[in-house]
């Protein structure tokens, strides 16, 4: 674990440029030089501001890390998209989560981190651990969380919706996305991606989907 740094000055309002400038530093740095590899001096350099500064953001590298790998994540799959709207089709719902997971783990960054996690797997396990609460984790609850207000809705029939938000990422993601992380294919384009998505949400569906009365 890293050492904390100075106290924050809690009288005073962060600066929300900086604090950004700080997380694109950081993603630079953590995908260059790992976790063990990146020092907070670094960061601090590499945006642009003091030491001082980055702690008065980030207590310490293990809070910057996870907020870099969170940034990411709700930039492409922020939190309202995991709220169920009852007024659409969970087809709909489905769908529209499918096509922004499918985004987020093609970028270039989201593929450039997965493949350091595995090269660092034996030599790193903290940065694996923070990445896979930061990122995979946080998304996966919110699906839960979705998936168990669906069924308190009668759109889906889950018994256990922890397994079945794991299902549903794990139709999305299938071999394509182990053969774009090894290099034998580029990204999904967005017309690949919505036929994918919406097998990968008819499949869920012939299996979840909630029995309606006739």
């Excluded at 350091?116 to 930061?134: I, K, V």
Aim: charged share 25%; net charge negative.
């Amino acid at each position: 674990m890293s050492t904390p740094g100075p106290a924050a000055n809690r009288g005073r309002p962060k600066d929300p440029a900086k604090r950004a400038a700080i997380l694109d530093a950081a993603k630079c740095l953590f995908l260059s030089g790992g976790f063990s590899g990146t020092s907070m001096d670094a960061v601090a350099k590499a945006a642009g501001v003091s030491k001082l500064t980055v702690y008065s953001h980030f207590s310490d590298k293990e809070t910057l890390f996870s907020a870099a790998v969170e940034a990411k994540c709700h930039n492409t799959l922020p939190e309202p998209f995991f709220e169920l709207d009852e007024t659409l089709p969970i087809r709909a719902s489905l769908t529209r989560i499918g096509l922004a997971f499918i985004e987020l783990i093609h970028s270039p960054e989201v593929i450039a981190l997965e493949r350091l996690m595995c090269t660092m797997a034996t030599q790193d396990t903290e940065m694996s651990r923070l990445f896979f609460e930061a990122g995979p984790q946080r998304t996966l609850s919110a699906m839960e969380s979705l998936i168990r207000n669906a069924n308190d809705a009668n759109l889906l029939d889950t018994p256990n919706p922890r397994h079945a938000a794991e299902s549903f990422f794990a139709l999305l993601q299938g071999r394509e996305h182990m053969r774009t992380r090894i290099g034998i294919r580029e990204p999904m384009t967005s017309s690949e991606a919505q036929p994918h998505v919406e097998r990968a949400v008819d499949m869920f569906l012939r299996a979840f989907e909630a029995q309606r009365d006739s």
